[in-house]
């Protein structure tokens, strides 16, 4: 029975760890395993003031008792006298008759009913917990089955506590991080090895709306033609066996090295998208081990200016100045006639200089020509 019961605290006890809330249903649990009238989590931290967390316990006495704590009176030496990671009753740390005169019982102890109390302690760095499982003066003291009870299940509510803390780290990590992924001009969308969204940011959403190159769905992240949706899911494919090979192999200068782009065509000839594919690296502190995400795709919005290194168009295929200045900005989504007009030159002399393009890159249509320019020479 008792075994039983220390196992149904534990349980509770760590389902409360997964909710920031949840300490008082924790409290609850280790109060109703020894039948205690309250129970109280009280946390010291260098340089703060104390709280204080109860159940069964008004919250005025309660503040006082957290008060009490950081002054450096009677409370704060109490607390330390209770020895670190073990279960004892109250009435061996002082008797009884020398507590009942005692600043800190008529100040702090009587308000909240409480007389007699198994409390334990744990202490790290630069913070400390101490949990106090409370019975009224007129109540037995804790039997020795109570207080072994009570130190099964304490450690375990001191591991829930850590534990706590390290999700709550993750989880600013993550609010941070999707905070500043929001804040992009560019689309991001963190993909699994499946190519399955888990997270697109709203400049990515806005893109995928308006462009019919890309698709967006719980199945997966597709272009408008199969063959660039299966280059896709290849390019994820390789960033995600990035990331999960050894420590040493993923290090962020490798994972930087492999990246890759590619371009998504518009099936109604307007301008392709320009995707960056990397891996994702990341470690999630709460469990030391790869989140969901193994790759992040950005999107360069067609509608952006993008930057196209023309001396090395020059350079690869012996293109004239002027002609590379046609391919890199139709590649940024000029069209001949804006080119014409901004020159002040007739539509017919840009397309022959398209025409010298094509020749020299080995390439027959606009689309072709954009795609080669921006997966090779585009500027990062």
Same mark, same amino acid.
């Given at each position: 029975m008792l075994a039983e019961a220390v196992s149904g605290a534990v349980e509770r006890i760590y389902d409360a760890a997964l909710r920031p809330e949840g300490w008082r249903d924790g409290l609850e649990a280790v109060r109703r395993l020894v039948g205690a009238d309250h129970a109280v989590l009280l946390t010291r931290e260098a340089g703060r003031a104390a709280t204080g967390l109860g159940v069964g316990v008004d919250r005025d006495p309660l503040n006082r008792f957290a008060e009490a704590a950081s002054s450096g009176g009677p409370a704060e030496a109490w607390l330390r006298s209770i020895p670190a990671e073990r279960t004892v009753a109250s009435s061996s740390l002082v008797a009884d008759s020398d507590f009942l005169r005692t600043?800190?019982?008529?100040?702090?102890? $009587?308000?909240?009913?409480?007389? $007699?109390?198994?409390?334990?302690?744990? $202490?790290? $760095?630069t913070r400390s917990h101490t949990v106090a499982v409370c019975r009224p003066p007129?109540?037995?003291?804790?039997?020795?089955?109570?207080?072994?009870?009570?130190?099964?299940?304490?450690?375990?509510?001191?591991a829930a506590q850590r534990l706590r803390r390290r999700l709550a780290a993750s989880e600013l990590q993550v609010a941070e991080s999707r905070s500043a992924l929001e804040a992009l001009d560019s689309g991001v969308i963190l993909v699994d090895r499946d190519c399955r969204p888990?997270?697109?940011?709203?400049?990515?959403?806005?893109?995928?709306?308006r462009h019919r190159g890309l698709r967006l769905s719980s199945a997966g992240v597709a272009a408008a033609l199969p063959a660039?949706?299966?280059?896709?899911?290849?390019?994820?494919?390789?960033?995600?066996?990035?990331v999960t090979r050894p420590a040493e192999a993923a290090s962020p200068r490798s994972a930087a090295a492999a990246s890759a782009r590619l371009c998504l065509s518009d099936?109604?000839?307007?301008?392709?998208?320009?995707?960056?594919?990397?891996?994702?690296?990341?470690?999630?502190?709460?469990?030391?081990?790869?989140?969901?995400?193994r790759a992040a795709i950005f999107i360069a919005a067609p509608d952006a200016a993008r930057s196209v290194d023309e001396r090395a168009l020059i350079a690869a295929f012996g293109l004239t100045g002027r002609e590379a200045e046609v391919a890199a900005r139709l590649a940024s989504g000029a069209t001949?006639?804006?080119?014409?007009?901004?020159?002040?030159?007739?539509?017919?002399?840009?397309?022959?200089?398209?025409?010298?393009?094509?020749?020299?890159?080995?390439?027959?249509?606009?689309a072709d020509l954009v795609r080669l320019v921006m997966q090779g020479f585009a500027a990062a």
């Open positions: 600043e800190m019982y008529n100040e702090i102890v $009587r308000p909240m009913n409480g007389f $007699r109390a198994g409390v334990f302690a744990w $202490r790290g $760095r007129k109540v037995r003291d804790f039997a020795p089955a109570e207080l072994q009870a009570l130190q099964l299940v304490m450690p375990h509510f001191a888990h997270f697109v940011n709203r400049r990515a959403a806005e893109i995928a709306r660039e949706t299966n280059l896709l899911r290849q390019l994820v494919g390789a960033m995600s066996a990035i099936p109604e000839g307007g301008a392709p998208l320009v995707l960056t594919v990397a891996p994702v690296t990341a470690i999630d502190p709460a469990d030391g081990r790869c989140g969901p995400a001949i006639g804006s080119l014409a007009e901004a020159w002040g030159i007739s539509a017919n002399t840009v397309r022959g200089y398209l025409k010298a393009v094509f020749d020299k890159t080995g390439t027959h249509r606009q």
